[in-house]
């Protein structure tokens, strides 16, 4: 009886120089050296063959998969709306659950808010405020400053020039039911102050309309 040749990266040179087939790219094919094609004979039906053959197909049809895999890999992803409102209706980052909203003011703080911690990512956190999304950002009156969206319209001097409160662009609606409507004579407030200053004995209006006139 015959003993089996063994299946060695010979028999598949082999098999893909006399045997060529047109799913094979022409990069891989080889020029025979000396006597690389004496294991694999002429005879029909050779067992060999067929085996050199189908086990060189698997190796192309997998680097065709990688290439693939690859090529989708850098194909541009549209970008996640991450939008949402944060408690207290305020703009919020969501996070990739799905569920969890970030208020703005939260994202690239150095704490994890988002249970994979995207809200701290690198892309996202880079360039302040230039890598963070339009949402999450409000240019004050002087192009250089700038404060968190969820900052805007939240009773705080928070630009410095009151731009984020009393700024057209700022657009606030009015004093809430919790604030009183005057002009704030300390610097962390502009066009309303807390109502729990008013009739304090120190005076947060101009014109101490929060002594005198604001009710207890």
């Not at 249970?115 to 990512?121: K, V």
């Not at 057209?168 to 704030?184: D, F, L, R, T």
């Amino acid at each position: 009886m015959q003993r089996p040749q063994n299946i060695s990266l010979v028999s598949l040179h082999c098999s893909l120089v006399k045997h060529p087939r047109p799913f094979l790219s022409p990069s891989l094919s080889l020029l025979p050296s000396p006597g690389c094609c004496h294991g694999c004979g002429a005879r029909p039906g050779c067992t060999q063959r067929r085996l050199c053959i189908s086990a060189l197909a698997l190796l192309v049809l997998a680097a065709a998969v990688a290439s693939v895999v690859a090529a989708l890999a850098l194909l541009p992803r549209a970008p996640v709306n991450r939008l949402c409102t944060a408690p207290n209706n305020r703009t919020g980052f969501l996070c990739d659950d799905r569920v969890t909203c970030v208020p703005a003011s939260w994202v690239c703080d150095r704490v994890s808010n988002c249970r994979n911690g995207e809200d701290e990512q690198e892309q996202l956190c880079g360039d302040l405020p230039h890598s963070l999304p339009g949402y999450l950002v409000f240019y004050c009156s002087n192009p250089r400053s700038w404060v968190y969206a969820d900052q805007r319209c939240n009773g705080m001097n928070d630009c410095g020039d009151c731009s984020d409160e009393s700024w057209s662009s700022a657009a606030c609606p009015p004093c809430g039911q919790e604030w009183w409507s005057c002009i704030s004579v300390h610097f962390e407030f502009c066009s309303c102050i807390p109502r729990r200053l008013c009739r304090d004995g120190i005076q947060h209006c101009l014109g101490w309309s929060d002594e005198f006139l604001c009710p207890a």
